[in-house]
């Protein structure tokens, strides 16, 4: 079996060494890029299987890649972040990648990462076109749903799920509004008479507790007050 392909993006040469070296040992290839125009280049020439990618970086920076890798692949991409970079963190996660791991690195906390996003990848079917994507997935910016396994994947985390067919019915639907009604009619196969307010209220904020990363704060699913509950759509 061919070995996994890493693509390691970084201005800092010594850093694009020191990795490489690390998960050379851990049996990877790596491709080296020094800025987003190279990294761009060698995903057209290489099968690469998963990218760490730094921000700020000459010619192209690193969310400019980041980008326009999106537009045609769904190859993990992990963000290498310094601390004191917390909005690349955020932009980055909103753009599309998977997780970011921050300068100076823990070495085995990112092989552990790397191979966690790399057994999920392949789980998901790796880079197969949407047409034949699994019917059982839905994705939704950083957040992805397996309804079979009633898993979903947040910004990276795999995360258990009980009210999964709430979110199911949210997720197909981007951007439509339900009001509490007519989600208890879609998810309970039932008509009511009654108030369903509360009953639902509870389930979207235990869903909220597992999938937002500031449940105070959503970033997917939103209240629209006074008309019921939706999902937000990300590209």
């Known amino acids: 079996m061919d070995a996994e392909t890493i ?5 800092n040469k010594e850093i694009v060494y020191s990795i490489s070296e690390l998960l050379k040992y851990e049996g990877y290839r790596i491709i080296k890029a020094y800025d987003g125009m190279e990294a761009l280049e ?7 299987d998963l990218i760490l990618l730094d921000v ?3 010619r192209l920076n690193g969310l400019s890649a980041l980008m326009k890798l999106r537009e045609k692949s769904r190859i993990p991409v992990i963000i290498l972040s310094a601390k004191t970079e917390e909005s690349d963190k955020v932009s980055g996660l909103v753009l599309g990648a998977d997780d970011y791991v921050e300068k100076p690195y ?4 990112l092989t552990a990462r790397i191979k966690a996003h ?6 998901w079917g790796g880079e197969r076109p949407e047409a034949e994507a ?3 997935r839905i994705v939704n910016g950083g957040l992805e749903l397996d309804k079979k396994q009633r898993l979903a994947v947040v910004e990276g985390e795999e995360v258990r799920l009980t009210a999964n067919k709430i ?6 639907h981007p951007g439509q509004i339900f009001p509490a009604e007519q989600i208890y009619e879609k998810v309970w196969n039932e008509q009511t008479d009654y108030a369903v307010e509360n009953t639902v209220m509870v389930h979207i904020r235990h869903i909220r507790e597992k999938v937002e990363i500031d449940s105070k704060k959503p970033r997917y699913v939103k209240v629209v007050w006074g008309i019921g509950y939706k999902m937000e759509k990300y590209s």
Do not use: C, F, G, T
């Not at 060698?42 to 690469?48: C, D, F, Q, V």
């Open 7 to 11: 693509l390691v993006v970084d201005d």
């Open 56 to 58: 700020m970086m000459p």
């Open 167 to 172: 979110l199911e019915l949210l997720m197909e």
């Open 118 to 123: 790399l057994r999920r990848y392949h789980a």
């Open 134 to 136: 699994d019917e059982d």
């Open 42 to 48: 060698a995903l057209e020439r290489e099968k690469i």
């Open 106 to 109: 823990n070495p085995a906390e």
